[in-house]
C-alpha cells in the first residue's frame, strides 16, 4: 500500500478522487434524469408534455410513415404467401397483442397515467373503441375483396368527410388555400389508381361503409389527445378492450369460415407475430400522429404513402404503373407539398401570437422604468 501511494503521490489521488466525484455526479444526473421521467408518467399532464417534447410532428409522421409501409409488406406476407385469408381474425390478433403489450408496459410502470375519469366520460371512450373495431375491420375487408386502386379511391372520400364532420360537429373550418391543395392530392391520387378499379358489389358495400368510421375515429383521436391530456398508449389502453369486444363480434358476419382449420405451424405462426408486432407500432404511431397533427393530415400522410409506394416502384424496381398514374403521383406530390407548407406556415404564426404579448410587455417595461426616471433626472439636474 505505501508503493502504491509513493508511486501515485499526492496528484495522483487528487486525480483519483475527482474521477470518483465525476462518476457520482454523472450517477445523480442520470438517477434525476429516471426520476424525472418517472414522475411525468405519473401525471397526465407530464406524461402529455413528455410525449410532445419526445414526438413532434415531423417524428410521429415519420415514423407511422416507416410503419405503415413495413405492414404493407408484413400483411402482404400474411394473406399471400401464409394464404391467412381471415380479415377480421387478423385484426383482432393485432388488437390484442397490442393489449398484451400494454399490459406489460403498466405492470413495469412504463404507461402512462390516464387523465381523472370527470374530464372524459366512458361514453366517449367507448364510442372510440366501437369505431376503430369499425374501422379497422373493415379496412382489411375492403382490401381483401377490392383492387388497391378501388381501396385508395375509397381512401380519398374519407378526406371531405373529415373536413364536412369536423365542421358540423366542432364548427372548425378550413382556409380557401387548404381546400384547394386537399382537391388537388384528391384528384392527383384519383388520376395515379384510377387504372386499377375491379371490385365487385360486396367489396363495394364493405369500402362505403369503411369511409365514415374511419373518419370518425381519426377525429375522435385527434380530439382527445389535443383537447385533453389524453396520451397515445394511455388512449391505447382505454380503448383496445372495446375494440376487441366488437372484433370477436364482427368475425362470424365477414370473416370466412375455416379458421379453426388454419395450419399454425412455425413459419406461419411468425409471419402472423410479426404482422401483429408491425400491427401495434402502427396503431401506436397512428395514435402519436392524430395527436400531433389532425385528422385532415394523417389521412395526407396515407394518401403520401400511396404515390410514394408506386413512384418508388417505378424507380426502384421498374414497374410500369403507366405514365397516367405517374403524372397523378407527381400531381398528388405538389399538392401535398403546398398543403404541407400551409400548415407550417399556420403553426408558426400561432407561435409569434402567443409570444408576442410577451414581447410587448417586455418593450413597455422599459419605457415605464424611463419615464420613472426622468422626473428624477430633471430634479437632480435642478
Known amino acids: 500500500m505505501g508503493l502504491l501511494n509513493s508511486l501515485l503521490g499526492q496528484d495522483g489521488r487528487r486525480f483519483i478522487k475527482r474521477k470518483d466525484s465525476d462518476a457520482g455526479e ?10 424525472s421521467i418517472y414522475n411525468d408518467l ?21 415514423f407511422n410513415f416507416m410503419v405503415a409501409i413495413g405492414i404493407i409488406f408484413g400483411n402482404k406476407l400474411v394473406m399471400g404467401k401464409v394464404g391467412f385469408n381471415y380479415p377480421i381474425f387478423l385484426t383482432l390478433i393485432h388488437y390484442t397483442t397490442a393489449w398484451i403489450l400494454l399490459a406489460i408496459f403498466k405492470a413495469l410502470s412504463l404507461l402512462p397515467v390516464s387523465p381523472p375519469s370527470k374530464t372524459t366520460p366512458f361514453s366517449s371512450l367507448f364510442a372510440l373503441g366501437a369505431v376503430m373495431a369499425f374501422a379497422s375491420g373493415l379496412a382489411n375487408t375492403s382490401l381483401k375483396h377490392n383492387s388497391v386502386g378501388f381501396y385508395q379511391m375509397a381512401k380519398i372520400a374519407v378526406t371531405p368527410t373529415i373536413v364536412t364532420a369536423e365542421f358540423f360537429l366542432f364548427r372548425k373550418t378550413s382556409s380557401f388555400s387548404k381546400v384547394v391543395a386537399l382537391v388537388v392530392v384528391s384528384f392527383g ?14 367489396g363495394a358495400c364493405i369500402a362505403i361503409a369503411w369511409i365514415i368510421p374511419s373518419a370518425i375515429n381519426k377525429i375522435l383521436w385527434s380530439n382527445l389527445q389535443q383537447q385533453g391530456n389524453w396520451t397515445a398508449l394511455a388512449l391505447m389502453w382505454k380503448t383496445t378492450p372495446v375494440t376487441i369486444f366488437f372484433l370477436v363480434a364482427l368475425m362470424p358476419w365477414l370473416d370466412p369460415p375455416g379458421v379453426l382449420s388454419f395450419n399454425w405451424d412455425y413459419t406461419n405462426a411468425t409471419a402472423v407475430l410479426i404482422s401483429a408486432l408491425l400491427g401495434f407500432l402502427l396503431q401506436w404511431s397512428g395514435a402519436l400522429a392524430l395527436g400531433a397533427t389532425s385528422a385532415t393530415s394523417h389521412v395526407v400522410l396515407g394518401q403520401f404513402k400511396t404515390c410514394v409506394i408506386l413512384l418508388g416502384g417505378y424507380v426502384l424496381f421498374g414497374s410500369d404503373p403507366g405514365f397516367i398514374s405517374i403524372i397523378g403521383a407527381v400531381v398528388a406530390l405538389c399538392g401535398m407539398s403546398v398543403y404541407t407548407s400551409l400548415n407550417l406556415k399556420k403553426s408558426v404564426e400561432k407561435t409569434s401570437d402567443l409570444l408576442l404579448p410577451k414581447q410587448n410587455l417586455a418593450s413597455l417595461k422599459p419605457k415605464s422604468t424611463e419615464d420613472e426616471e426622468k422626473p428624477e433626472e430633471k430634479a437632480s439636474a435642478v
Not at 26 to 35: D, K, M, N, W
Not at 189 to 199: I, K, M, P, R, S
Request: glycine share 6%; hydrophobic share 40%.
Open 26 to 35: 454523472a450517477g445523480r444526473a442520470l438517477e434525476e434524469l429516471r426520476s
Open 42 to 62: 405519473r401525471t397526465s399532464d407530464g406524461a402529455k408534455r413528455q410525449q410532445q417534447r419526445l414526438c413532434g410532428p415531423v417524428v410521429a409522421m415519420t
Open 189 to 202: 391520387v384519383a388520376v395515379a389508381t384510377v387504372t386499377d378499379l375491379e371490385f365487385n358489389v360486396f
